[in-house]
């Protein structure tokens, strides 16, 4: 079984289970982006860096999400307009994370995604598994 991450007592996890994990990686599975920013600059050279988001119009979920991996943070509610019929769409709430916190999460992951996610996932990794995977000429 994967490493298991701390999480916070409100969620009454000391150590997520692997049926935890399993969760939060099935939810990634369906709903999660997994994207590469170029904009790090290091030594005057400019790197891409592992990005990955999770978005809910369900608050709760996005808190016990982020209980189980034991990274990242949380921003919204979104507004994000009206439907056709003139009624509030649900606000929205966006969990993410980068470089190598987003790097230790698809880690643990990686047992329970699909092919796509993790072809994405190998996308962002040199021969050496690092997470600064290309440089990016100016």
């Not at 289970?17 to 990686?25: G, I, Q, S, T």
């Amino acid at each position: 079984p994967p490493t298991c991450l701390f999480s916070p007592a409100e969620f009454g996890l000391k150590r997520p289970l692997v049926c935890d994990m399993a969760w939060a990686a099935g939810l990634f599975e369906g709903e999660g982006w997994i994207g590469f920013h170029r904009n790090h600059q290091e030594n005057d050279r400019h790197y891409q860096y592992l990005c990955i988001k999770l978005t809910s119009t369900d608050e709760d979920v996005l808190h016990r999400f982020r209980a189980v991996v034991g990274h990242g943070w949380m921003n919204g509610p979104y507004v994000r307009g009206l439907r056709q019929n003139g009624e509030s769409k649900k606000p929205l709430w966006v969990w993410q994370s980068g470089g190598s916190s987003a790097a230790r999460i698809m880690e643990l992951f990686s047992p329970y995604l699909g092919q796509r996610r993790l072809a994405r996932w190998a996308e962002g990794r040199d021969s050496q598994g690092r997470i600064w995977i290309e440089e990016v000429l100016k």
